[in-house]
């Protein structure tokens, strides 16, 4: 692309400064976390921001609490000056981007740990990961202090966690769930899909298949433990490395909802291995009419 990039800025002294000026003109402000290595998910999520509020900032920070023993953190794709073209061309008004030591500085010693909807699913595999989470959105929030904050459904379950963070620790932040951004073949778009070679790639869109058919069978009335079970064998048939989980939940809980046909709204949330690539991915699931 030609012509100047977004402003970046680094430490939260600058992003204060920049983000005063603004409201001090009456702005309202959107804010949109993310990890960098951007894809058409992120952008999408910038268009929601442009619609939500007057001026758009984008963070970008592989936040090393999030990321378990053993997990992808230093392989984790690393594409800065790609993203800042990319929020750019997406009208994004600014690129926040500190770094480990702006976040935590020596001495650091606070985790914002939610219970409840960061148990199970994720929280079972992934030790930390949500208070890792819970923590930099919370600092990113307090950081902004913005009028509103995107995220995606992709991440479902962090969505529900940033939720309840921001009603328990009173952050004014409106919280915005923004729909899952998909490949034509309905592999949702994921930095991590990087990862995939063109074998798994080939394989990978069985996920969202095996999703969206489980949704179908609910709608249709089935009942909710036999349709998971059903779902779990079509998983663990459809050549994946590794199921983690496959579970139907209460969209807005979180919670096991009871057997038999559901009676409100639901997710089906799955995980699985491929090679060294973690997959997620959800999909709603309505109740029966009539
Ligand atoms: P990440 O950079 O993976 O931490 O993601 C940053 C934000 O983008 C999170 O709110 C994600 O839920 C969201 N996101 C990532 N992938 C998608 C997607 N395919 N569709 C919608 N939102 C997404």
């Known amino acids: ?41 992120h952008i999408s999520l910038i268009r929601l921001a442009k619609v939500q509020a007057d001026r758009v900032v984008a963070s ?19 594409t800065e000056l790609a993203d800042a073209q990319r929020l750019t061309e997406a009208g994004c008004d600014l690129m926040y981007a500190p770094t480990a030591a702006e976040m935590y500085p020596d001495g650091f010693s606070t985790t914002v740990s939610v219970r409840g909807v960061s148990e199970g699913l994720c929280g079972a595999e992934r030790p930390g990961h949500f208070d ?12 902004a202090a913005p009028d509103v904050a995107i995220f995606g459904e992709k991440d479902y379950q962090q969505l529900a966690v940033i939720r309840r963070l921001t009603r328990d620790l009173d952050l004014s932040a409106k919280i915005i769930g923004a729909p899952i951004a998909r490949a034509p073949d309905g592999l949702a778009l994921s930095s991590r899909n990087a990862y995939l070679d063109a074998n798994e790639r080939a394989r990978a869109p069985r996920l969202h298949q095996v999703l969206a058919e489980t949704a179908l069978g609910l709608t249709a009335g089935g009942s909710v433990r036999p349709v998971e079970q059903a779902a779990r064998a079509a998983l663990a048939a459809s050549g994946f490395d ?3 989980y496959l579970e139907v939940r209460n969209a807005d809980t979180l919670q096991p909802p009871p057997d038999g046909p559901i009676t409100r709204t639901v997710r089906v949330l799955a995980a699985v291995r491929l090679g060294r690539t973690r997959l997620i991915d ?9």
């Open 282 to 290: 959800n999909v709603a699931a309505e109740p029966p009419r009539g």
């Open 132 to 143: 890792g989470v819970a923590t930099v959105v919370s600092k990113l929030l307090i950081q």
């Open 1 to 41: 692309m030609s012509g100047n990039l977004l402003p970046i800025v680094q430490s939260v002294l600058r992003l204060r400064a920049q983000l005063s000026t603004w409201r001090e003109r009456g702005a309202t402000i959107a804010l949109v976390p993310t990890m960098g290595a951007l894809h058409d998910g």
């Open 242 to 244: 590794q199921v983690d």
């Open 60 to 78: 970008v920070f592989v936040n090393p609490r999030q990321f378990g023993v053993g997990e992808d953190f230093d392989a984790y794709p690393r």
